[in-house]
């Protein structure tokens, strides 16, 4: 196959997608992946991806027998961006406010995979490059190649089993579970591959290095409960490591929903302290009242009865000049806590007025 060649009189293909090919559809007038069967570690998750339909997975559309070409599995297009690819825009990190409600949603698609009755579909193969996003912001699951169908009947031949040395092929090595490696597949390895792909788009080292250094050092400034997760969910012991991802879903949620509460609060809080901000320096804006007498003073000010070097009267006109002259006519504004936003705030007005301002603290078991 190559780009141009036009398969079963009817899909165009475009581009070459890893071991696919991007088609067009001169029937529907649609796009489509075009991917061999030999790619599929088990052909079966293909049958099954045509058997059920979730928005977050490709749906298998057909088949092709192969007159002229390889057979191949004709399956749905799902356009948007990877996850990889959002991350490059960002040197290699996507932020927890970010990430979280995308980890919500790829937990939730390996919950139904998990959870089909006697059927569980493992991914084997959870990495950055395989979620993608959509412009509605929804994650889809791509790339079922090294994917594995296990059942509870005595027919199944994955579970408990080694895998061969051609299954190993389709699988990301930097991601996979330790049991995984070893050839021993299970729920457990996609919750593993998703705690090491939350923890490479958190801090942007590449998933060696969060494989191989303290954990507590790489998760010290998420929240405790997100510490927690991908703690359990990186336990290098698959029968210690949390293996159900309803479960997951469900503390993801919650742990999104807190650091949402948490935003709202500061923000509130934010606005609430603009707003006085905004309101105190209105007040102090206001024209000051001008003092024609010494009774009119503040009692800390100096008049003509208590002499001073600062305010001397004039010998022709008797008026008087200096600071304590400037003081009196000058606002006043009275703080009882938050003595240094007072002076921020008198500092500004006397910016905008050219005015001194009197601030007096009045909180007097801590002047």
């Not at 796009?31 to 977050?56: E, M, N, Y």
């Amino acid at each position: 196959m190559q780009a141009g060649d036009l398969i079963d009189e009817r899909y165009h293909l475009l581009s070459r997608r890893q071991t696919a090919w991007l088609a067009a559809d001169r029937l529907s007038g649609r796009q489509c992946l075009i991917k061999p069967k030999a790619s599929f570690t088990d052909p079966r998750v293909a049958a099954w991806l045509g058997q059920v339909w979730h928005s977050g997975l490709p749906r298998l559309l057909g088949e092709l027998d192969g007159s002229g070409h390889e057979p191949c599995f004709i399956f749905e297009y799902l356009a948007g961006r990877t996850l990889d690819e959002l991350a490059s825009e960002n040197q290699g990190r996507i932020t927890l406010k970010r990430l979280m409600p995308l980890l919500v949603q790829a937990a939730r698609i390996l919950a139904f995979m998990h959870q089909q009755n006697e059927v569980c579909i493992l991914h084997l193969d959870i990495k950055p490059e395989n979620l993608l996003l959509n412009e509605q912001d929804q994650i889809s699951l791509i790339d079922f190649g090294a994917a594995r169908l296990m059942t509870s009947g005595p027919s199944d031949t994955t579970e408990g089993q080694a895998q061969n040395p051609v299954d190993r092929l389709a699988l990301t090595p930097d991601y996979a579970a330790p049991e995984l490696l070893a050839g021993y597949p299970g729920p457990g390895c996609d919750l593993y591959a998703l705690g090491l792909t939350a923890l490479h788009l958190l801090t942007g080292l590449p998933p060696s290095a969060c494989r191989s250094r303290p954990l507590p050092e790489l998760v010290k400034d998420l929240p405790g409960g997100l510490q927690r997760l991908i703690g359990s969910l990186l336990h290098t012991d698959a029968a210690i490591r949390s293996c159900h991802a309803s479960e997951l879903a469900a503390g993801l949620s919650a742990e999104l929903k807190a650091e949402l509460d948490l935003a709202d609060h500061e923000d509130r809080r934010e606005k609430s302290t603009a707003a006085s901000v905004a309101e105190q320096t209105a007040a102090l804006k206001q024209p000051a009242a001008v003092h024609d007498s010494p009774a009119d003073l503040p009692s800390e000010c100096p008049t003509d009865n208590q002499p001073s070097i600062d305010n001397q009267p004039d010998s022709e006109t008797g008026r008087q000049y200096g600071p304590a002259a400037d003081l009196a006519k000058a606002p006043v504004l009275c703080v009882w806590d938050g003595a240094e936003l007072g002076c921020e705030l008198a500092a500004v007005v006397a910016a905008d007025y050219h005015s001194q301002i009197l601030v007096i603290d009045t909180d007097l078991l801590n002047p």
